[in-house]
């Protein structure tokens, strides 16, 4: 199952250009509903996630400056 394609640059060979084909397509339309289905799942609210992922993007820049990466 092919979900994308390449495709070179006419303008510049180097660049590469990475496209959905028909299946990717379609396929991206029947995910749509993941998030969605994700947030509803969990039992957490909209505030608690927000939380989270700000929390989780802490630590990470942290874990980066640490690191040094």
Excluded: F, Q
């Excluded at 060979?13 to 993941?34: D, F, P, S, Y």
């Excluded at 992922?53 to 690191?67: A, P, Q, Y």
């Amino acid at each position: 199952m092919r979900l994308i394609r390449r495709e070179r640059s006419k303008e510049d060979e180097r660049v590469v250009m990475i496209k959905l084909t028909n299946t990717g397509t379609a396929l991206k339309g029947k995910a749509l509903c993941i998030p969605l289905s994700l947030l509803s799942a969990n039992g957490m609210s909209t505030d608690e996630l927000r939380t989270l992922n700000e929390t989780i993007n802490h630590l990470s820049d942290n874990d980066i400056r640490v690191s040094g990466k």
